[in-house]
Structure formats: C-alpha cells, structure tokens
C-alpha cells in the first residue's frame, strides 16, 4: 500500500519556540493573538473549535527534474494506479482544508491549493507576463509613496535556482487612518476563463506595517472581504 503521509501542525507564527519549550506536550495548542487573515464578510464566525489556530498543512509530494532522464517527474512511485502525488491532494485540498477553515483555522499549504491551470499576476511594476492587468492607485488624505527597498516583480515565466521575483521589483506604501477618507489600490487581473481561482496577496513588511489591512475580492456580481 503507497505510504501516505499528512502532516499537521498547529503552530503560532509568535514566539512558537518559546511557548513550544514552555507548554506540555499534551496541552501544545497556541493561540495567536491576531489571525494572519480573518473572513470579515463569513455568515459566522467560529469562537471555539479551531479558532485562532493556524494550520501548516502539507497535502502531498510534487515534481522534481530528473537530470539523467532530462524531464520531470512525481516523486512517488505509481501504484495501485495512482501516485501519492495525486492521490492525497485529491482529498486534502476538496475536503479536509476547506473543513478545517469552516472550523475557524487558518490553513497554509506549501504547495498550491488551486486546481485551475490559467495564472494572472497583478502588480504595480510593469508587468511583461500579463499585459492586460491593470494596477490603479486612488489617493485620500494620505498620497501612495514608493517603498525603499526591493519588492515584488513578475518578469520571468521559468525561474532557474537562487532567482526571487520577490527581489526583482518595487512596492508601494501609504500612511494608514483611522478616520477620513483612506487610500485604496485596485488590482484588476484579465481572468482567461470562467472558474474557481484562488487569490493571493503579496506584501512588503516594514517597520510599523498595519495590521488590519482590508482587502475586498469582487467576483460574479458578490464580494468577499478579508483583513
């Protein structure tokens, strides 16, 4: 039978270490005070359960290069046909992440969650992958600046060892209100086809970044909100 590992972790991204040396190992379930993304616009809430746990979920192997054979290949042996390089993700990511979410966690998987083979990067760079994309910046009391220092930039499709694109462009930064009018940027992809995409959000972190971002996802005539 085709070994199938799944390993969870329950962790705290803030002083993990120094809780983990501290706590029992029967009672090891650290809260984080602020979740690292909260669903503002979810019908409910959880309180208990799993809320406030963020969850490192790896739902199975991936490709590799074989350089004697010149190609990739799933690192687990095909069997019984399949190859757990399909297999456990075929149920992790349907079914047991979307599970754990409901009950309140925030589940970070190393390898990609999204079953759609179409990609649309928006940035404010000019972006030589994406054409169409369209970055747009509006400005209230406070105005956009240019951040010091490097940033994100999509500007190869194949990246080769030791290359970043989180090191080949530029970020953008704007002093935060509590009251007023806020400045929003808008990000606007040219989605290819019609289906379920996950979205992400790359950010620079600097000293006195806030917390409590707003982020709004439009999307069939709904929208879903997140900080």
């Known amino acids: ?57 790896w739902h199975s192997h991936g490709r590799y290069y074989e350089r004697t054979q010149d190609r990739w290949e799933w690192q687990r042996a095909r069997l019984l046909q399949t190859v757990e390089d399909l297999y456990t993700m075929s149920y992790v990511l349907p079914y047991l992440t979307p599970m754990l979410e409901n009950a309140g966690a925030n589940v970070i998987l190393p390898r990609e969650r999204d079953w759609n083979t179409n990609e649309v990067v928006v940035d404010n760079d000019a972006n030589t992958q994406y054409s169409k994309a369209i970055y747009k910046e509006h400005n209230g009391q406070q105005t956009w600046q240019q951040g010091q220092g490097a940033g994100f930039a999509h500007r190869q499709k194949v990246y080769m060892a030791f290359q970043n694109p989180f090191g080949d462009g530029t970020f953008r930064s704007v002093q935060s209100i509590k009251k007023g009018q806020e400045s929003t940027a808008e990000w606007t992809p040219n989605v290819p086809k019609t289906g379920e995409y996950a979205v992400y959000v790359s950010y620079k972190t600097v000293p006195g ?19």
Do not use: D, W
């Not at 190992?25 to 959880?46: G, H, I, M, Y």
């Not at 970044?209 to 900080?227: D, G, L, N, P, R």
């Open 209 to 227: 970044s806030t917390t409590t971002a707003h982020y709004t996802v439009h999307h069939q005539a709904e929208k879903a909100i997140s900080a």
């Open 1 to 57: 039978m085709a070994r199938r590992n799944i390993i969870i972790a329950a962790m705290c991204l803030t002083a993990l270490a120094t809780r983990a040396q501290q706590a029992a190992p029967t009672t090891f379930a650290p809260r984080c005070e602020q979740p690292l993304v909260t669903n503002l616009s979810a019908p409910t809430t959880p309180t208990q359960g799993l809320a406030g746990r963020h969850i490192a979920l």
